[in-house]
C-alpha cells in the first residue's frame, strides 16, 4: 500500500500551459506539504495545509495554487508554467504542526517545461 | 530555525569502512533535528530524528546521530557502511513547535567495492 502517492510520476509541457499534480495519503494525517526539488536537489518547502487550512505559505509566485479538499489530499496547480518551474515536486503528510512527527514523503512528480 | 549546513557536497567511501556525515544548523531558538535519506527516483525517508532527551539518537539502517548543542551540530555516523547505503542523505531542523522544515543541501553518500 502506497502511504503517499503522487500522480502524474512524469509531466512534460511548454511553457505558458496549466498543469495540475495530484497528492493522496492514506496514513490518516492532518497535515499535508508541497516541496519543490531543484535540480542541485536542493528541497524547500512551498504550502502546508492542516485540515483543509493554510498553515505555510512561502514566497511562491501567485501562478502556484494549492487546494485541499479533504485532509487526505493535497492538489498542486500552476499556471503559465515557466522554464524555472522544471524541478521535481514532492508531497508529504505528517500528523499535527507541532513539528515532532515524522513527515512521510511521495515519490515525486518531475516536472520538465520545453 | 534559519539555516542548515551540511558542508560536504559529497563523500566517497569504500565498502565496510566508517563514515560521519556532517549537518550544522543555526537557529536562536530550540530545535528540533532529521536526517532523511533519498534513494535514485524515490521521496525522502526518514533516517532518524532528535525531540529532547538523550543526545546520541539511533535510527534505521545502522546509522545514528548525536546532537551537540554547543556546536550546533547533529553529524550523522555508520560504523560499516553497504553498497545499498549508496544515496542522497539531507539534514532538516525545524523550530520547537512548527512543523517547518528547513533543509541542508544534502550529501550525496557514494559506496565502492
Known amino acids: 500500500d502506497t502511504a503517499v502517492s503522487q500522480t502524474p510520476k512524469y509531466l512534460v509541457t511548454q511553457m505558458g500551459n496549466d498543469k495540475s499534480i495530484k497528492c493522496e495519503q492514506n496514513?490518516?494525517?492532518?497535515?499535508m506539504y508541497w516541496y519543490k526539488q531543484d535540480s542541485k536537489k536542493f528541497l524547500k518547502i512551498m504550502f502546508s495545509?492542516?485540515?483543509?487550512?493554510?498553515?505555510i505559505n512561502e514566497t511562491v509566485p501567485n501562478r502556484f495554487s494549492p487546494k485541499s479538499p479533504d485532509k487526505a489530499h493535497l492538489n498542486l496547480h500552476i499556471n503559465s508554467l515557466e522554464l524555472g518551474d522544471s524541478a521535481v515536486y514532492f508531497c508529504?503528510?505528517?500528523?499535527?504542526?507541532?513539528?515532532?512527527?515524522?513527515?512521510?514523503f511521495g515519490d515525486g512528480t518531475r516536472l520538465s517545461i520545453l | 530555525a534559519q539555516s542548515v549546513t551540511q558542508l560536504d557536497s559529497q563523500v566517497p567511501v569504500f565498502e565496510e569502512a566508517p563514515v560521519e556525515l556532517r549537518c550544522n544548523y543555526s537557529?536562536?531558538?530550540?530545535?528540533?533535528l532529521f536526517w532523511y535519506v533519498q534513494y535514485p527516483n524515490q521521496g525522502l525517508q526518514l533516517l532518524l530524528k532528535?525531540?529532547?532527551?538523550?543526545?546520541l539518537v539511533k535510527g534505521i539502517n545502522g546509522f545514528e546521530a548525536e546532537f551537540n548543542k554547543s556546536q550546533t551540530s547533529f553529524h550523522l555516523r555508520k560504523p560499516s557502511v553497504h553498497i545499498s547505503d549508496t544515496a542522497e542523505y539531507f539534514c532538516?531542523?525545524?523550530?520547537?513547535?512548527?512543523?517547518?522544515?528547513?533543509f541542508g543541501t544534502g550529501t550525496r553518500l557514494q559506496v565502492f567495492p
Open positions: 508529504a503528510s505528517s500528523q499535527g504542526i507541532l513539528g515532532n512527527q515524522p513527515q512521510h
Open positions: 496514513l490518516g494525517h492532518d497535515t
Open positions: 495545509y492542516n485540515n483543509k487550512e493554510l498553515i
Open positions: 537557529s536562536s531558538v530550540s530545535v528540533y
Open positions: 532528535y525531540l529532547s532527551g538523550s543526545t
Open positions: 532538516a531542523v525545524s523550530d520547537l513547535g512548527t512543523d517547518k522544515l528547513i
